[in-house]
């Protein structure tokens, strides 16, 4: 009967309780939307991260980290790559060369850049280098010394395809070298820094030119990112020489975003809630103030404390168990939408890609985030709930039916 | 025996301060099971405050009121709830319904709250709903019914229960003659059928001789008390 009577009220003033139910509604559907985006934004952050440089696992020389030298290369390559090929946990590795003190130098002025041996076959199943160019190709005529720079590079270095490239580098042995290449493909990834300081050659072209083979790091993938945090563990301990690390050390800040983007979450959901508190409150407390005859008679006529208590707190739950799931849906269907259709930030993409970040922004959220949430609201309401509902035991019975 | 017995009751609100107000001052009265008493007297004299301490609504401030032996003076706040649901009947001059709850839901409302079962408060509540004539009207809302007809829905929620008495603060003063007169008819009858003891108090001259017992106060001490045959 209470819940008849307090399902019944909230539907009394229409108007106020509809009001209350938008806000709520409209709230949830507001943080729900807001999360998502920051959710997606990270994640494809992260995956871009993964997909275009970092992958899911490197192996380096443990000085290499600390000191990105030339003379750190890995020791006893031939080990490392037996052991990876051995290992069915690891779809593909690519080992690359690494002169992180190169010079390019060109008719407009010398440039600090990383010269990155590969093996474009190996890197193309390991990376996306390969699909973000955007002029030229992608080492396919292997004739000569073929080269990959960034498009801003080539730009303010007034490089086309075809033209001659010199790179300057010292190998292990303390050797300077000055190499001719020829500029093969001019890519653009999503992330400005890398592309401007990168050159991507073949690695067996630098080994010809040096007269030795080293190489300064492994990359490889295994199925998911989050399977790489164990494979990590185990490598590490076959290859106790190197040192073996996933995504989430390589770039310990992409592992903080995760972290913080739930937390953002909950800062986000708690600050929307605080405000949907106080509107409730008040709503709750005119229904209260506005009813206090009728809830005087109830007291006088034998209805205990507790259960008028209880009625004002179930009809305040009620606003909140009509408004939480109508938000939740609606919030669920709007990230699902632009979860697949993606919003197109195509305005502010030259900001974005200095970030790091595609243009393309998929909303994405965790189905237990949706649980949370509901938790939360119904916290909220109950909070709410407290304050009109002490005001309503306030009321003496025979004072409110006197009233006039 | 009696069924009221208030003793030496004073009431005195805002005590000791500027604005102190005797309202009651010095009340002895005995109500006898099945009286129909009315309980007269001009705008202030009283009436409502003593109404309310018989019905354990307020406390007086001295004397002692006993409702079927029982004292209620020193009841605590919860306790007075609970002996109101269980032995008294109340209508009140307005604001007496549920307002979203039908008819026949505001007549069954006491006994649901008593925790009487489905059947006996069916039967009950369609028996009293036949005897205020309002059978038809039972699925409306108050706001559907007229004045008259949500204060015959009121007496028929006070008497669901069979509480030992009913108090009726001024119930026919927002009603018509009409109205007025076919309340009374349905009090009367409750009266002598099921011998449900009442007292209300009224204004109303035409109230007043239909009361088998007057009592009229006047600043807050009785003036008169007459039984009529
Ligand atoms: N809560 C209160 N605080 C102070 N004084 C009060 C309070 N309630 C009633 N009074 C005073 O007590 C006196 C008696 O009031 P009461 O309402 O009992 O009179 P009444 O006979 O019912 O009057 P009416 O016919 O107008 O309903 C009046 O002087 C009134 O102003
Ligand atoms: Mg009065």
Redesign the pocket.
């Known amino acids: 009967m209470i819940l008849k009577i307090a399902w019944r009220n909230v539907w009394r003033n229409k108007l106020r309780s509809g009001v209350v139910i938008f806000a709520i509604m409209t709230g949830i559907w507001a943080g729900i939307f807001m999360s998502s985006m920051s959710i997606g934004m990270t994640e494809a952050r992260t995956e871009d991260a993964l997909g275009y440089f970092i992958s899911h696992i490197q192996i380096h020389n443990p000085e290499f980290i600390v000191d990105r030298k030339v003379r750190y290369s890995i020791d006893n390559v031939e080990n490392v790559l037996t052991e990876l090929s051995a290992n069915d946990s690891i779809l593909h590795f690519s080992k690359r060369t690494i002169y992180t003190e190169g010079i390019l130098a060109s008719a407009k002025g010398n440039k600090n850049v990383q010269i990155v041996g590969i093996d474009p076959e190996q890197e193309k199943l390991v990376t996306k280098i390969h699909s973000s160019i955007v002029a030229g190709n992608y080492f396919e005529d292997f004739k000569g010394k073929p080269a990959c720079i960034g498009k801003k590079v080539a730009e303010k270095y007034n490089y086309e395809i075809g033209d001659k490239l010199i790179l300057q580098f010292q190998d292990k042995a303390g050797d300077i070298h000055a190499m001719k290449f020829k500029v093969c493909g001019i890519f653009q990834s999503v992330n400005l820094q890398h592309d401007e300081l990168t050159v991507y050659v073949p690695s067996e072209v630098l080994a010809e030119e040096t007269g030795h083979a080293e190489y300064h790091e492994i990359a490889l993938n295994t199925y998911t990112k989050a399977a790489a945090i164990g494979l990590a563990a185990t490598l590490q301990q076959k290859l106790p020489e190197q040192k073996v690390e996933y995504w989430g050390q390589i770039s310990p800040e992409l592992g903080y975003t995760d972290e913080m983007m739930d937390v953002a979450m909950y800062l986000y959901m708690g600050i929307i809630m605080l405000a949907l508190l106080f509107g409730i409150i008040n709503t709750m407390l005119m229904a209260v103030l506005e009813r206090r005859r009728e809830l005087g008679m109830l007291m006088a006529v034998g209805m205990t404390k507790p259960k008028v208590f209880l009625m004002i707190v179930v009809e305040t739950l009620f606003l909140a168990l009509v408004g939480g799931p109508l938000g939740i849906l609606i919030g669920h269907l709007t990230v699902q939408y632009f979860g697949v259709h993606g919003i197109d930030l195509a305005v502010v993409a030259e900001g974005m890609k200095s970030f790091g970040m595609s243009s393309m922004l998929y909303t994405k959220i965790e189905a237990s985030a949706y649980i949370d949430i509901a938790v939360m609201v119904i916290c909220t309401a109950l909070l709410a709930a407290i304050y009109p509902a002490r005001k309503a035991l306030k009321l003496n019975p025979s004072?409110s039916i006197?009233a006039l | 025996m009696s069924v009221i017995k208030v003793k030496g009751i004073q009431k005195i609100?805002?005590e000791g301060s500027a604005i102190e107000?005797r309202?009651l001052n010095g009340i002895d009265l005995v109500v006898e099971k099945g009286e129909f008493t009315a309980v007269v007297?001009p705008?202030?004299?009283?009436?409502?405050?003593?109404l309310n301490i018989i019905g354990g609504l307020d406390v007086a401030t001295q004397g002692e009121v006993l409702i079927d032996g029982t004292t209620i003076s020193g009841m605590s706040e919860n306790e007075l709830i609970g002996f109101r649901l269980n032995n008294i009947g109340f209508v009140f001059q307005a604001y007496n319904l549920i307002p979203v709850l039908t008819a026949k839901e505001n007549v069954g409302f006491i006994m649901l709250l008593q925790k009487r079962s489905n059947d006996e408060r069916e039967n009950r509540v369609n028996e009293l709903l036949d005897e205020v004539g309002l059978k038809e009207q039972k699925n409306k809302r108050p706001g559907e019914l007229s004045g008259g007809q949500q204060q015959r829905v009121a007496v028929a929620r006070a008497l669901a229960s069979k509480p030992k008495f009913v108090l009726a603060d001024?119930p026919t003063a927002n009603l018509d003659s009409k109205s007025t007169s076919d309340l009374l008819d349905i009090m009367a009858r409750l009266n002598k059928e099921e011998g449900t003891t009442f007292i209300f108090?009224t204004?109303d001259q035409r109230v007043i001789d239909r009361a088998r017992r007057v009592v009229t106060i006047d600043d807050g001490r009785i003036t008169s008390d007459v039984h009529h045959a």
């Not at chain 2, 705008?43 to 003593?50: A, I, N, V």
């Open positions: 004072e006197r | 609100y805002n107000v309202a007297g705008s202030g004299s009283g009436k409502t405050t003593l001024e108090s204004h």
